[in-house]
């Protein structure tokens, strides 16, 4: 009885978070931060024409009267920015004005047909008219914050595409990690990798290039996300040694990916904690070491592992806070690779799938930019390898939805095999997709 009344109270807390409305905000500083009302109506100058050449959406506002909408949004952002005005158009939201509904935003845009790739058109040509307007981005995404819930109410509609609709924001796919699946990059995200909506789908190449003191690791691939819930990916990596005695030294691994969202949505829930979450199993094949011959190695079983394949599994959840312009993800693995199954898969000191907390952070520097660190533990299964931790600090470039650039600096820990040393270096990914 205990235990139920406490889930239910949990359910119900969770149930009143989730339905939280936007209010405005308290203080006006992100009035003051888009230039007060005279800022706010240059931008809403810059974004209405936007909206009316934009061949995503143009074809919404063919009826309608413009300069109306051009005065209603410049006091709807006004109000939700904590400027001194009253939204006084047909919206009408109990939370903003104690009147009650006369016609929500729901009631607003209910016969338009809107899809998410519509919405989220129109807030991207809104970041680009705020960009446009000098607003710094911690200002714009803080009116985004705002914005993005209403989401909920806004699109009704589902048009499945059998094209790619590139619908999602810039850098919302995340980019490839190093083992595939989309997420930061030695980390996987609850992120569906590519730019996909609901509606649609999408696809991706990545190469990646580590340089250590010792070691390379090249690691290229492909990924698909369908209806931004699906992702299937598949990586190889090929892992070279640079340095004598282990300078021919060549580890070749598959990695086939599946990742599920089953719950949250990092962009529309700005309203309250719930993050995004998923669910994902990589499926590793080690193919053999190359270059040790003369000493009969040629299968990670002979250093000490106990098997050349295995599962990780993992759940992530990843929130994107837009009033901080931050990202933030958590992922938790359970796992017995060895330096991500490199060196195979269990060995003399554990064979069990065993828990690993991994952990990123981004600041959102502006739309194209992102700069973080990630954290990746990992087990100690082999007596030969004295494997630690993984870290990166990060500095990712989205200049386009099919292209992105992650420069990093990582520290790989010890990766022993005869050069004990810490390894640490340059680490480079490109990916690009449609
Ligand atoms: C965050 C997203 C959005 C916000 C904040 C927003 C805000 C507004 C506001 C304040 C109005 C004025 C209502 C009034 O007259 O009082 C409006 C009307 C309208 N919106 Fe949106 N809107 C959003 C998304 C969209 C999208 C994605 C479309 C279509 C692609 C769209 C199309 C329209 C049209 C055509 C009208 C005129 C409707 C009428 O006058 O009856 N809106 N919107």
């Known amino acids: 009885m205990m235990k139920f009344s406490r889930t239910a109270a949990l359910g119900l807390l969770l149930a009143s978070s989730l339905a939280?409305?936007?209010t405005p905000y308290t203080d006006d500083s992100t009035y003051r931060g888009l230039g007060g009302k005279e800022g706010i109506k240059k931008?809403?100058?810059?974004?209405?024409?936007?909206?009316?050449a934009d061949p995503r959406i143009k074809e919404s506002f063919a009826d309608f009267d413009m300069v109306q909408l051009n005065v209603r949004l410049q006091e709807q952002f006004c109000e939700f920015a904590g400027g001194p005005c009253?939204?006084?158009?047909?919206?009408?939201?109990?939370?903003?004005?104690?009147?009650?509904?006369?016609?929500?935003?729901a009631t607003v845009h209910q016969d338009l047909?809107?899809?998410?790739?519509m919405f989220n058109a129109l807030a991207e040509d809104l970041q680009i008219a705020m960009e446009q307007n000098n607003v710094p981005s911690s200002v714009s995404n803080k009116l985004i914050a705002k914005l993005a819930p209403m989401q909920r109410a806004i699109v009704t509609t589902t048009v499945a595409q059998t094209k790619p609709d590139l619908g999602k924001f810039l850098a919302t796919g995340g980019v490839s990690q190093v083992e595939g699946a989309g997420g930061g990059g030695i980390t996987p995200w609850a992120l569906i990798s590519g730019y996909g909506t609901r509606d649609s789908w999408s696809a991706n190449a990545h190469y990646t290039y580590i340089d250590t003191q010792d070691y390379k690791l090249n690691s290229?691939?492909?990924?698909?996300?369908?209806?931004?819930?699906?992702?299937?990916?598949?990586?190889?990596?090929?892992f070279k040694g640079s340095l004598a005695p282990l300078n021919l030294l060549n580890i070749k691994q598959d990695i086939l990916g599946l990742k599920l969202k089953v719950a949250g949505d990092a962009v529309y829930e700005q309203d309250n904690w719930m993050p995004q979450v998923a669910i994902g199993v990589l499926y590793k094949r080690n193919k053999g070491?190359?270059?040790?011959?003369?000493?009969?190695?040629?299968?990670?079983?002979?250093?000490?592992?106990?098997?050349?394949?295995?599962?990780?599994?993992?759940?992530?959840?990843?929130?994107i806070l837009f009033e901080q312009s931050l990202l933030l993800n958590g992922t938790l693995r359970a796992t017995r690779a060895n330096q991500m199954g490199i060196l195979g898969f269990g060995g003399d000191k554990g064979d069990s799938q065993r828990l690993m907390p991994e952990v990123s952070a981004a600041y959102l520097v502006n739309r194209k930019l992102a700069v973080g660190a990630e954290?990746?533990?990992?087990?100690?299964?082999?007596?030969?390898?004295?494997?630690?931790?993984?870290y990166d600090a990060f500095v990712a470039w989205f200049p386009s939805k099919n292209f992105s650039v992650t420069a990093a600096y990582a520290e790989l820990g010890d990766i022993t095999i005869f050069n004990p040393k810490k390894q640490h270096g340059l680490y480079l990914s490109l990916q690009a997709g449609f």
Request: glycine share 12%; charged share 25%.
């Open 113 to 117: 047909k809107i899809t998410n790739a």
């Open 86 to 105: 009253k939204y006084t158009g047909k919206y009408r939201d109990k939370t903003m004005d104690g009147v009650g509904t006369v016609r929500d935003m």
């Open 43 to 52: 931008i809403v100058d810059t974004f209405v024409p936007m909206l009316l």
């Open 289 to 319: 070491i190359g270059g040790l011959g003369a000493l009969g190695v040629t299968n990670v079983t002979q250093l000490g592992a106990k098997d050349d394949h295995g599962y990780d599994y993992y759940v992530a959840a990843t929130k």
């Open 220 to 238: 290229y691939g492909v990924a698909v996300g369908i209806a931004d819930r699906l992702e299937i990916s598949l990586a190889k990596q090929e």
């Open 375 to 390: 954290y990746r533990r990992k087990p100690h299964n082999l007596g030969v390898d004295n494997e630690k931790a993984y």
């Open 20 to 22: 939280t409305a936007q």
